[in-house]
């Protein structure tokens, strides 16, 4: 997560901002079994991915204080 972190400090010349990075990062670091058995149908399936793209982002905002 830090090494994301570091990333997004460089968002200024790369646009891959905390948010970018979550939804690009999001379904690898939590996968959902769900979608993985069913594969990628659906709206439920958008958003689950969402929600995984929120948590994410907002363990990249705050990783300081949660590790």
Known sequence: MRHL???ASHSSR???HA????IVWAPNLLRSKDIEATGFNGTAAFMEVRVQSI???FILTHVEQLF
Not at 19 to 22: E, M, S, T
């Open 19 to 22: 948010r970018n990075l979550a």
């Open 14 to 16: 790369t646009n891959m």
């Open 5 to 7: 972190l570091l990333m």
């Open 55 to 57: 948590v994410v982002e």
